[in-house]
Structure formats: C-alpha cells, structure tokens
C-alpha cells in the first residue's frame, strides 16, 4: 500500500459537494462527491456534542487536527480509512451551518458565546474554510487493509472487530447484510430481537452476533474471517449479492424463540439463542410446560444464573444454572452441629477439609440452608454422589 501526502487539502475542499444521505442508509459523501466519508462498512456516527464541539474549535485556533488517512479506489474516488469522525463533525457545523442546520460551538476563536456558524464573522468563516488538513492517500490493497486498520486504530474511537472485518472483506452481499442488521434508523433486525439479543447495532455488533449464531461458533475469528472471504469472493464474481440466507436465518431463530418463550424476563438477552435454535428447533415441545419451569426456575432463589435457565429447559444440565452454594455462615454452623467431624465416618477434620452437601438434591426440592447441609470429608462426598 503506497502512502502519498494529499498537499494543500483545506477544510473548503473537504465540504464541497457535502452530501449526508444516511438517514436513507446512502452513505455521506464530500469532496466535489470524490470523497465516501462514511463508508457503507464503517461505524454510524459516534462523537458526542463536547467531541465534535472540540473538532471545531480546534480548528478556530489553528492547532493541529490529526493525521486522516483516505484509500483511493480503482475507480478514482476516496473512502475514509481513519478521520471519519472529525471530517463529519467539520461538514455538519459548517456545511450544514451554512444551510441553518448546523450546530453551535463554544470557545471559538476564543470567543466564550456559543458560536453557529452564522455567528461568525467573514474573517472568522474565512479563516476555518482556509485551514490545511493533514490528509494522506493510500492506494488500496485489499490484502493489507485490515493491517492498516489495526495499526492506525490505536487512538480516538477505536474500531469494533466486526467493523474491522467490515473493512476487510467490502462487497455486495456484506452491504446488503449490513442494510438489514445495522440500519441507524427504524432497524427491523434490533427491533424483533428486542429482549432476545444483546448487541451494540450501531458498531456491527449484532451482524456478528448473527453471523457467529450462522456459523455456529461463538469464538473462532478465523473462522468467521474465511466465511465473510468467502462470501466476498462470490459476490465479487457476481454471485451472492444480497444476504438472504443470513436474514432469513434470523428471522427464523427469533421466531422460534419468541414462540417457546413469550413471557419476556430479564436475562433473556443474554442467552445465545442462534446455538440453541441450531441445536433444538427441530424438536416438538410443550410451551404451556416449558412456561411453567421457566416461570419456577426464575421464582428459586437457588439459581442464580437466571440466563442458563433457557439451556437448562433442553439438556437439564444444573451448571448452567449456577445453583446457589452454602454460604460460610451455614457452613461454620454445621460444622459445630456436627462436632467438627465428618458426618459420614465421623473422622474430625479441619473446616476447610470438609465439602458442603446437600443433603436433598436441589432436583429434588432440596435447598441451600442449614438443615439440608451436610458436610463430609472428600472421601465420604465422592462416595455419596457415586451411591446417588
């Protein structure tokens, strides 16, 4: 990748032709249209009002802005590599200031008032439209981009790893998935997996919740890395341009899990439900039952993992419950009952020798108080739970 630096780019060359179309999902464009300053695989926009206030007055006194970098495309035009997030805080207060939309700034040119820039005077607007950007040019190898990004992520907003990837793997059908999962407006995908799923929208974080759920593997980057290289090949060929497959993927899981459990609780966000779906959603079940244990389970203050209660309805595993242990309370006053012995061989020991047990299984009504503990030495326990 060739790094050329971009002489005499002024903040006037940035906002010619300033376009912002994303609130219809078209991306903002800048530099006479040259310039994607919001590429379709990028974060929405994230700086605050002090943040985007700080762009601009920094600007007003002329202190340096940070280096930006652009790729230059085999067409000719550029998209932001790294400075999305100042260059769209300059265009919204100044090119849309110049069309009544803008916002007001604080402290410039070490003015206290609150400055829109209508405010300012013809020197003051002069003076920001004349300021020379720090802009470098990077000719695009889609090989080295991801190392790119990594290396210039290290300060300011930094990327998710999704949107990394994003910026890896840019083709038709990752914008066609990207249309349905991390739409800034009125997003469908967030809005049906409301108290489902547990994700940043905004930063690709529910594209790769889904894609991972998809792939059935919730840890293994190369993995998700060599689909989405895959797909990218496909779709550059003319083939898989839009991702139905994954939508319809889903759809489907939700549907499934908003129809065995409709009685929305907390923690229901947390549950993996796309690895449940491709484990069970086949099977029949008894919603009326299901409901009942849920509703049980949730009522016992013995489980305290209330989100493993969902895995606990298929496979009846109690770790994913997290059933309440003995507190060191209970156990320091069963072990005086028991005269500092083990209950079983009668053998004395010392507290932290013995293991906590229950005496009636918590499967079997059994709970975490005093009168169902007993405390027995490592042989003693082994040999209760191999007679249970």
């Given at each position: 990748?060739?790094?050329?630096?971009?002489?005499?780019?002024?903040?006037?060359?940035?906002?010619?032709?300033?376009?912002?179309?994303?609130?219809?999902?078209?991306?903002?464009?800048?530099?006479?249209?040259?310039?994607?300053?919001?590429?379709?695989?990028?974060?929405?926009?994230?700086?605050?009002?002090?943040?985007?206030?700080?762009?601009?007055?920094t600007?007003?006194?002329?202190?340096?802005?940070?280096?930006?970098?652009?790729?230059?495309?085999?067409?000719?035009?550029?998209?932001i590599?790294?400075?999305q997030?100042?260059?769209?805080?300059?265009?919204?207060?100044?090119?849309?200031?110049?069309?009544?939309?803008?916002?007001?700034v604080?402290?410039?040119?070490?003015?206290?008032?609150?400055?829109?820039?209508?405010?300012?005077?013809?020197?003051?607007?002069?003076?920001?439209?004349?300021?020379?950007?720090?802009?470098?040019?990077?000719?695009?190898?889609?090989?080295?981009?991801?190392?790119?990004?990594?290396?210039?992520?290290?300060?300011?907003?930094?990327?998710?790893?999704?949107?990394?990837?994003?910026?890896?793997?840019?083709?038709?059908?990752?914008?066609?998935?990207?249309?349905?999962?991390?739409?800034?407006?009125?997003?469908?995908?967030?809005?049906?997996?409301?108290?489902?799923v547990?994700?940043?929208?905004?930063?690709?974080?529910?594209?790769?919740?889904?894609?991972?759920?998809?792939?059935?593997?919730?840890t293994?980057?190369?993995?998700?890395?060599?689909?989405?290289?895959?797909?990218?090949?496909?779709?550059?060929?003319?083939?898989?341009?839009?991702?139905?497959?994954?939508?319809?993927?889903?759809?489907?899981?939700?549907?499934?899990?908003?129809?065995?459990?409709?009685?929305?609780?907390?923690?229901?966000?947390?549950?993996?439900?796309?690895?449940?779906?491709?484990?069970?959603?086949?099977?029949?079940?008894?919603?009326?039952k299901?409901?009942?244990?849920?509703?049980?389970?949730?009522?016992?203050?013995?489980?305290?993992?209330?989100?493993?209660?969902?895995?606990?309805?298929?496979?009846?595993?109690?770790?994913?419950?997290?059933?309440?242990?003995?507190?060191?309370?209970?156990?320091?006053?069963?072990?005086?009952?028991?005269?500092?012995?083990?209950?079983?061989c009668?053998q004395?020991?010392?507290?932290?020798?013995?293991?906590?047990?229950?005496?009636?299984?918590?499967?079997?009504?059994?709970?975490?108080?005093?009168?169902?503990?007993?405390?027995?030495?490592?042989?003693?326990?082994?040999?209760?739970?191999?007679?249970?």
């Amino acid at each position: 990748m060739r790094i050329n630096h971009l002489e005499g780019m002024t903040v006037a060359d940035i906002i010619a032709g300033y376009t912002d179309r994303s609130d219809l999902e078209e991306g903002i464009t800048g530099y006479h249209g040259q310039l994607d300053i919001r590429p379709k695989y990028q974060r929405n926009y994230v700086y605050n009002d002090e943040q985007r206030a700080a762009v601009i007055r920094t600007l007003s006194r002329d202190f340096p802005l940070g280096i930006m970098y652009w790729v230059k495309n085999n067409d000719g035009k550029y998209e932001i590599l790294d400075g999305q997030q100042r260059t769209i805080s300059i265009c919204q207060y100044i090119a849309d200031g110049m069309k009544g939309r803008g916002f007001s700034v604080a402290g410039l040119f070490y003015h206290e008032r609150p400055s829109s820039w209508n405010d300012l005077t013809p020197t003051e607007k002069e003076a920001l439209l004349s300021r020379k950007l720090l802009i470098y040019e990077c000719e695009d190898a889609d090989s080295e981009r991801l190392q790119w990004f990594e290396t210039i992520n290290i300060a300011g907003e930094k990327l998710s790893k999704q949107e990394i990837r994003n910026a890896q793997y840019p083709c038709a059908w990752l914008t066609d998935a990207r249309r349905f999962f991390s739409k800034s407006n009125n997003n469908y995908a967030k809005k049906i997996g409301t108290f489902y799923v547990n994700a940043e929208w905004n930063r690709q974080g529910g594209l790769e919740k889904v894609l991972r759920w998809y792939l059935n593997d919730l840890t293994d980057d190369k993995q998700l890395c060599a689909f989405m290289s895959g797909m990218k090949q496909k779709s550059d060929l003319g083939g898989a341009e839009e991702a139905t497959e994954l939508i319809d993927y889903y759809k489907a899981l939700i549907d499934w899990a908003k129809t065995l459990f409709p009685v929305r609780r907390e923690k229901m966000d947390k549950v993996e439900w796309g690895i449940l779906y491709n484990r069970y959603h086949n099977n029949d079940y008894d919603v009326e039952k299901i409901e009942e244990k849920v509703a049980r389970l949730y009522a016992d203050n013995d489980v305290s993992a209330k989100e493993g209660i969902y895995e606990y309805i298929f496979d009846n595993s109690e770790s994913h419950l997290h059933i309440r242990q003995f507190t060191p309370e209970v156990k320091v006053h069963v072990y005086e009952l028991q005269g500092q012995k083990c209950k079983d061989c009668g053998q004395h020991f010392a507290i932290s020798d013995l293991q906590a047990h229950h005496n009636i299984r918590w499967v079997d009504g059994g709970h975490s108080t005093v009168e169902n503990c007993v405390l027995l030495c490592r042989n003693c326990h082994g040999a209760r739970h191999r007679a249970e």
